[in-house]
């Protein structure tokens, strides 16, 4: 069983509601909420583990370190868990660069086996489809863990083995910037797709039953990706090229193709990727550069996020940039459910990651989306479907699919 609402959360839930009508979360639709299993596939939140002052078990400001999930979030928000990220920024590719992105990665993943061995009542390591259902039951969150950006495997491909062991069941296989494997959406391509490195890493995770993510890799990856993965892949953290046409989203067709193939997207919550921001060229150098002065995302310290976010409010402000809303983040989930079919997607918002839109900031507000999807007309079996079925599904899928493959070869 879930542990029970508490009466200031319910009170909060349907009382302290915004002005908003759809986004008044109705009785009925927080009590289904709390019903279902809820996982979101795109958890960024390993990057404060080991943060100073950072504490899972206490709610720490959404702003100004972008905290976005923490225990007290999860409780108010009804989420039972999700996919946890080792997240590794791409750096240069040099025989160095690979080893410090291998320590990069194997330090995350010791940083999440700490968390989960530090709070063992309330959060719990999920290795199989059927693990999500009895941790929920037994009262704890549920960690499933996945790579985002597979640099750390460049120096030594045989490591996802060993990842594989610690738990890891999703790869994603490139971020913002090509690397060995695969060419990202985000820059001019190096392999037309995946390098030869990159479908051996792909056969591999077939074999171990780790389930391939598309997200962040160029369209010509998703084709590969298709043609070549035994098991149905998914998209963590994804939107839709229809309603807003960005590299890091969808187009219909291919949309199609994936459900079609058997696997599932899971919308993201991203502002720049929902809408057009008015975000200039000139904008970006001005973010980019502001990055680069604090060393990057991952090297920034607690103080230097409330400098840095100031000083890009600043940014915001003088370019005039237009914030996406929950009402841009709801066409991008209305769409792909209409062209994917409610079995075929989910929810990913980048949580923690950039993640996150006026009028849903952090995970507390996750009733918002099942109350509109109740609202839509989507039956009980769709929500919870979305909320966490067809992810289990696919990891279902992909654990069976190294299992026959294991017994041909034995
Ligand atoms: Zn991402």
């Known amino acids: 069983m879930k542990p029970l609402l508490s009466g200031l959360a319910l009170a909060l839930s349907l009382a302290c509601v915004p002005a908003l009508a759809a986004d008044t979360v109705s009785a009925e639709a927080r009590a289904l909420h709390e ?11 390993p990057m404060f583990f080991a943060r100073e002052g950072w504490d899972i078990l206490q709610r ?4 100004p370190l972008n905290s976005q999930v923490d225990l007290p979030k999860m409780v108010e928000g009804g989420l039972d868990g999700g996919v946890w990220v080792i997240y590794t920024g791409q750096r240069g590719r040099t025989p160095a660069d690979d080893l410090a992105a291998r320590d990069h990665g194997l330090t995350r993943l010791v940083e999440i086996r700490e968390l989960l061995a530090a709070h063992p009542d309330t959060f719990e390591l999920a290795l199989t489809a059927d693990d999500a259902a009895r941790i929920r039951d037994a009262g704890k969150r549920v960690v499933y863990i996945s790579i985002e950006n597979a640099s750390p495997l460049s120096a030594d491909p045989s490591l996802l083995g060993f990842y594989h ?4 069941r999703v790869l994603g296989l490139v971020h913002t910037s090509n690397n060995d494997f695969a060419d990202s959406a ?3 391509p190096e392999w037309n797709g995946l390098s030869d490195k990159g479908r051996a890493l792909v056969a591999e995770a077939n074999r171990l039953g780790i389930v391939l993510d598309h997200s962040h890799a160029s369209d010509a990856v998703f084709d590969q990706l298709i043609a070549l993965s035994k098991a149905p892949i998914i998209l963590s953290h994804t939107g839709a090229d229809a309603v807003y046409e960005h590299p890091r989203n969808i187009d219909d067709a291919r949309i199609r193709t994936l459900a079609e193939h058997g696997g ?4 993201n919550s991203l502002g720049s990727y929902l809408i057009d921001t008015g975000a200039t060229p000139a904008y970006r150098e001005e973010v980019a550069a502001l990055f680069d002065r604090f060393g990057g995302r991952a090297n920034m310290r607690d103080a230097d996020w409330h400098e840095f976010d100031r000083l890009r409010a600043e940014l915001d402000a003088k370019h005039g940039l237009k914030q996406a809303t929950l009402d841009d983040y709801f066409a991008h989930i209305l769409h792909i459910i209409e062209v994917a079919g409610p079995e075929h997607v989910g929810f990913g918002a980048d949580w923690d990651g950039g993640g996150g839109v006026v009028g849903m900031e952090d995970v507390s507000d996750l009733p918002k989306i099942t109350a509109r999807l109740l609202e839509a007309g989507y039956t009980e079996a769709q929500i919870e479907a979305m909320w966490s079925g ?9 654990q069976a699919v190294a299992e026959a493959e294991a017994q041909t070869a034995s």
């Open 35 to 45: 019903r279902i299993l809820t996982l979101d596939s795109h958890l960024d939140t």
């Open 60 to 63: 720490n400001d959404t702003a």
């Open 165 to 168: 062991r610690m738990g890891v």
């Open 186 to 188: 985000s820059t001019p």
């Open 264 to 267: 599932v997207i899971l919308v």
């Open 390 to 398: 067809n992810l289990l599904r696919v990891i279902r899928q992909a």
